[in-house]
C-alpha cells in the first residue's frame, strides 16, 4: 500500500495528514482516497498538484508499498499567492534586474531593493509554508534582514554581524509578543529563515560596498545557476545528461570566469574561487528551500512557491561574499 500524504484543505477534508491506500498506479491511490474521504475531497484534489517521492506524478505513473504520494493544493490567499512557473520566473528576472541597475544608481537605491527582494522572498516562502499547516510571521523576519542590510551598509561589516544577531534576539523577543508561534516547531523554522535572509540581505550589501563590478559578477553566477537548473528540470532532466545540481555548479563557474575575464577590474582566479564556494552554497540553498516548502529535499523538480528560484541564491550570495572576504 502507498503512503499518501496530505496538505491544507485535503488535510482537513480527509481528517489525517497521512494514510495508506493500495493501488498499482497514482491514479488507483487517488480513487481509493476520494472513495474514503468524500466529495469535498474531491474538489481539493481536482485542483492539487500531486508529488511522489519529491517528484512530479502523472495519474499513470507506478507506485509501489516504498512510495509516498504527496497532494499539494494551490496556497489559498497572501499576496504571493502560488501562480504558474513563467510568472515566477518572469518576477525572478525583474528582481535581478532592479537590482543590476539599482546597484549602478546609488548605494542607497541598491540597499532598498535587496530589502524588498529579501522582504519578498520571505513573504513568498511563510505563504507557502501555510500548506504544511505552519504559521510563520513574516514580520521579524523582514525586521531582521533589513537591519542586516542596513547595519552593513552604516558599519560594513561589525554592522552586518549585528544585524544578523538582532534577526535572532527579534525572532526570539516575537514569541512572547505571539503565542502563535511559540511551538518548537515555528520558533526553528523562524529563527532559520531570520538568519539566511540577514545573512543574503547583508552579504550583497557588502558586496557592493566592495565593488560595483562584484554585485553584477555575483547576480551573474547566481542567475547562470539558476537558469541553468530551471532549464535541465524543463527539459525533464535529460538535458545532456546532466542533472540540475550539476547544471548549476556549471552555470556559476561559466559566468564567474565570463565575469573575470569581462571585467578589468576583477581577477579571474578569485572570481573562479568565488563562483565554486557560491555554486555549493546555491546548492545547499536550492536543497533548504524545497525542505521547508515540501518537508522534503527535492534535487530534480520544482517546489511550490512564486519565488522559489531564489531559494538557491539566499546561501548562495554568502558563500560568494565569503570567497571574496577570504581571497581577493
Known sequence: MARLRLFANLREAAGTARAEFPGETVADVLDAATAAYGDEFARGLSIAKVWVNGDPAEPTDPV???????????????????????????????????LV?????????FIFVVV???????????????????????????IGATAAANGAYTWGEAGFAGGVAVAIVISLAWTVLDPTQRTSRAVAVAMVLAVVSAL???????????????????????AAAGFAAWGVQQSGGELGGLDPNLAMVLGAVVAGLISGLAADTLEVTTLLLASAASAAGLIAGRAFGSLLRTGSVIHTARAPGLLTMFDAAVLGVPAFWAAIWVFA
Open 200 to 222: 543574503a540581505a547583508g552579504s550583497l550589501t557588502l558586496t557592493h560596498l566592495y565593488s560595483i563590478p562584484m554585485v553584477i559578477a555575483a547576480i551573474a553566477v547566481a
Open 116 to 142: 524588498g527582494s529579501a522582504l519578498a522572498w520571505l513573504w513568498d516562502m511563510t505563504d507557502v509554508l501555510k500548506l504544511r499547516t505552519l504559521s510563520i510571521n513574516p514580520i521579524p523576519l523582514m
Open 101 to 109: 541597475v539599482s546597484n549602478l544608481v546609488s548605494t542607497p537605491t
Open 64 to 98: 509501489t508499498d516504498r512510495d509516498e504520494v504527496a497532494l499539494i493544493p494551490p496556497v489559498s490567499g497572501g499576496a504571493l499567492a502560488q501562480v504558474g512557473q513563467s510568472s515566477g520566473a518572469l518576477l525572478v528576472v525583474a528582481l535581478l534586474a532592479a
